[in-house]
């Protein structure tokens, strides 16, 4: 039997600063009940002083690696989903892999938006199957705060801060991931775009006062194709494996909208404790939902060896996948 990828480790990290939707009811014209009922949020975390997106990511991962019992030394690759870096050059995984003293670790970020939790532990997996000896760290880690319109009413009480990290190893054992499947659709990028602060845009003032350094939403739009490819991506991966949906132990989806979790529950006929939900803690907090979430379930002793976990993602680009792995 091939070696395959299993998580020993997981951590989070939020900033302490709590926004309630009380507060941003102050700055924009919004209310409690709006954001509760249209997203499911309550509240989110916000980075204050100096907090960066490499501080949030080496925490999460200080913990992650010490519930593995890893040592930074002996991490082989350290991958960072984020699309808010500190900065586009050296990747906040140089700058994780520097801070956490993991001197022997090639390091990369990528840059898949939500999903990127997904495609980072699928990269993990595909080098942990030739090697199982190789030991990969996976964090998602965002400061969105920096990078919404605090003027926007329809994008700022939508997203947080924060990060999650797992750490992979190859065991015989029949644990592990199962599958991955990645998707994206160019196409409809326009649809949830940052435009400027790349190369394409000048770094010019017109270009800032239309607002094109921060994320720019169809809400309702972006919706429907989440939907369609969560739920479309669910069914791939249970297909792959030969699941039904009551083998499903645990659900772990992208934290975008409370009601396309409840859609997502609703189609899949799972039960309340089948489908994991801390949007209403959070906000959206994209490439970092998923390993958060996970940490979460983890540290609350609710995930037991074997279980049949699902996880699917959706987010800019677009981009989707799903990910099935026995615990
Ligand atoms: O992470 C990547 C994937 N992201 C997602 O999947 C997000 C997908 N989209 C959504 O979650 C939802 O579309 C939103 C939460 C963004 C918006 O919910 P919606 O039910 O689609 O609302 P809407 O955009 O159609 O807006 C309805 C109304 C509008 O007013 P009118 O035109 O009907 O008069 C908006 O202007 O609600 C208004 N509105 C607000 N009102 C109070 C929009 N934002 C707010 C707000 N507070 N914050």
């Given at each position: 039997m091939p070696s395959k990828a299993i998580i020993i480790g997981t951590g989070s990290h939020l900033p302490a600063r709590i926004v309630t939707n009380q507060e941003l009811e102050k700055i924009v014209e919004t209310s409690d009940e709006w954001i509760k009922t249209r997203s499911g949020i309550s509240e989110r975390h916000i980075v204050s002083g100096d907090e960066t997106n490499s501080f949030l990511a080496v925490n999460a991962a200080k913990k992650a690696l010490e519930m593995a019992g890893v040592a930074p030394g002996e991490l082989d690759l350290v991958i960072v989903a984020t699309l808010t870096p500190d900065m586009p050059m050296p990747s906040t995984a140089c700058l994780v892999q520097k801070e956490l003293g993991a001197l022997k670790a090639g390091a990369m970020d990528i840059s898949v938006t939500c999903s990127g939790f997904i495609y980072g532990l699928s990269i993990a997996d595909k080098f942990i199957r030739d090697n199982r000896k190789m030991k990969i760290l996976v964090i998602g880690s965002e400061v969105l705060s920096k990078r919404v319109d605090w003027q926007d009413r329809t994008t700022c009480v939508l997203f947080g801060d924060g990060a999650g990290a797992a750490v992979l190893t190859g065991t015989m054992e029949d644990r592990g991931i199962l599958s991955t499947h990645l998707h994206a659709d160019?196409?409809?990028?326009?649809?949830l775009s940052l435009q400027?602060?790349?190369?394409?845009?000048?770094?010019?003032p017109d270009i800032f006062a239309q607002g094109l350094q921060y994320i720019k939403m169809q809400g309702k739009e972006v919706f429907k194709h989440a939907v369609r490819a969560l739920e479309s991506s669910a069914w791939e991966a249970m297909k792959a494996n030969s699941w039904q949906t009551d083998d499903i132990d645990m659900l772990f989806s992208h934290q975008a909208n409370i009601r396309i979790l409840e859609f997502l529950q609703e189609r899949l006929r799972l039960p309340d404790d089948k489908v994991f939900i801390n949007i209403h803690k959070y906000g959206n907090t994209s490439a970092a939902s998923i390993p958060i979430a996970l940490d979460e379930a983890n540290r609350q002793g609710i995930l037991h060896p074997g279980m049949k976990l699902l996880f699917v993602a959706f987010g800019g680009g677009f981009t989707w996948g799903s990910l099935a792995m026995r615990w």
């Open positions: 160019g196409t409809l990028w326009e649809l400027a602060l790349g190369t394409a845009l000048p770094l010019e």
